[in-house]
């Protein structure tokens, strides 16, 4: 018996093996991304390209003001989309961190990005010359009479603070370091004339720079009105 032999032209085997790829949009960034589609037939759809304009990350001094750098979208064309701003989130009265929104949309949909706004306690929370600070305190009025209005002052270094009239009747001057909503008052030493007042401190500052809180450590080496412990003083923004 004769054996019939099937032959099939390569031309159309290869046109058999082309026609069985399936088309469709292959761009992953696409809004209509075909992850089966092996080949691509032009028919992909974008949403706006959002950019934000500036930092993507914002710090910011309790108080401070702020204008926003906005953001940019774009269609696939170049063409201009418009850009919603919503910065209701941000308090900038108390620390936190908070987020700016952006959202564009177009026909193929919605494009959104965020901007991260930092609120913290900075170094002119404490040094604002238009502060004026009030004492009140636990201390004693004869062994650390802390005056009930200091005026505190950038030092010389850039995170240093002074703080005058730091007795009453005697006044004097201290010096302290502050990081961030943290203030260090290293140990120290004021004459009150009959005698020398040696003393320390740590405190922080609440979450809207309104407030601030000393621990200090005393030894007062002046006679009779003498004597070392512990207390608080509390100085208020007014």
Not at 44 to 51: E, G, Q, V
Not at 109 to 138: F, K, M, Q, Y
Not at 188 to 214: K, R
């Amino acid at each position: 018996m004769k054996k019939l032999l099937l032959f099939i032209p390569l031309s159309l085997l290869v046109l058999t093996i082309s026609s069985c790829k399936k088309k469709g949009c292959t761009d992953a960034s696409a809004s209509n991304y075909n992850s089966i589609a092996k080949k691509d037939d032009g028919s992909c759809l974008y949403k706006p390209f959002l950019t934000i304009n500036g930092a993507a990350s914002v710090t910011l001094s309790v108080g401070d003001t702020y204008t926003d750098a906005g953001a940019t979208a774009l269609n696939k064309d170049g063409s201009v989309v418009a850009v919603t701003v919503d910065q209701s989130a941000v308090n900038l009265a108390q620390t936190g961190t908070y987020q700016i929104t952006y959202t564009a949309t177009n026909a193929n949909g919605t494009t959104t990005a965020s901007r991260t706004i930092n609120v913290v306690i900075g170094n002119d929370n404490w040094t604002d010359p238009s502060l004026t600070w009030v004492t009140s305190s636990t201390c004693s009025g004869t062994q650390f009479p802390l005056s009930a209005s200091p005026a505190i002052t950038a030092g010389g270094g850039a995170n240093q603070v002074v703080i005058d009239n730091m007795f009453n009747l005697v006044g004097g001057t201290a010096t302290g370091a502050v990081n961030g909503a943290s203030i260090t008052i290293p140990e120290q030493t004021i004459n009150i004339t009959i005698g020398d007042v040696i003393f320390s401190g740590n405190g922080t500052m609440n979450s809207t720079g309104t407030q601030f809180q000393i621990t200090y450590t005393y030894d007062n080496q002046a006679p009779l009105i003498g004597g070392s412990g512990t207390c608080i003083a509390i100085y208020d923004k007014q």
